[in-house]
């Protein structure tokens, strides 16, 4: 039978069409994980390298990005079961898990605030800030605050709250008066740290660095993706994929300077402030086995509990089993 070149092209096009029609229909069964982020957050910087580049695709999810205006609202939505998963710190996961709930996280940075000043300020150690007007973001019981604190009340000897005159207050409104200088010191969030430091400030000493002095053997991610457990459970393979997808997310903009230059407008930083928050960025990523920072976490629970008691960490004498995701805990 004699087929035509019209009729030939027609079977290619029907099959074609069928092929896409599988592939759409793959796609879309793709396991849906709706992540609850600030609209305005650094965490978007790593979600959207992950859609763009679509290595949620590539590990077999389809990530759903939900934006909300203030962190009570994330947790609120996570609690309630709206969203599958959010960023946050690992002390407000122990301690929900010391209440009964299941709460869990995977690491997602190390990177955490310190106190900056300006490059010509007299200011060279913790002792010095004696008298000084000191802003703080985070609240009194921000835990790179409560740090920094045990740090200067063992070496020495300063209560840090009495010594000095504390202004807390919103993150950007604290940049802004420590430009002004209307502070002699500020204790900012991480991504507001590095805007400074491109703009003639210098790091005094950062949480980290506190954090090793009283006992961590290494950097401990401040922050990470949370999840209820038993979601997880049953949606193993997917829970597995996003880590998959988030570890290839931050191993390019670990490597790839042009896809920071990509996501500048998100970032909304250009020049050398860019450069500050991607050096600063990279910093923080985790490379350390989760059972490692699990252990240091551990140990830096009672340096913060002892300062910054019930309040901080509720009743919980210790950090709460399975605050890290046990699948990971090799």
Partial sequence: ????????????????????????????AAPRIRIGVLKFGTVSWELDTLKHHQFDAENGIDIEVVPFAGEDATNVAMLAGDIDMIVSDWLWVSRLRSEGNDLTLAPYSTAVGAIMVKQDSPIQALPDLAGKKLGVAGGPLDKSWLLIQALASR????????????????????????????????????????????????????????????GASGPVSALGYVFHEKWAGGNLEAARGFVKASADAKALLAKSDEEWLRLAPLVRAEGKELEKLRDRYREGIPTRPVADEMADAAKLYHVLAEIGGEKLVGKAAEMAPGTYWADLVK
């Avoid at 087929?3 to 229909?25: C, M, Y």
């Avoid at 807390?168 to 802004?176: C, D, F």
């Fill in 155 to 214: 070496d020495h000897g300063i209560d840090l709250p009495s010594a000095c005159e504390v202004a807390y207050g919103a993150p950007p409104l604290l940049a802004e008066k420590a430009m002004a200088g209307e502070l002699d010191a500020v204790l900012n969030f991480w991504h507001f740290c590095a805007r400074l430091e491109a703009n003639g400030f210098r790091r005094l000493v950062g949480a980290n660095d506190a954090a090793l002095a009283l």
């Fill in 1 to 28: 039978m004699n087929i035509s070149r019209r009729h030939t092209l027609l079977i290619a096009a029907v099959g074609a069409a069928a092929l896409a029609g599988r592939v759409r229909g793959a796609a879309s």
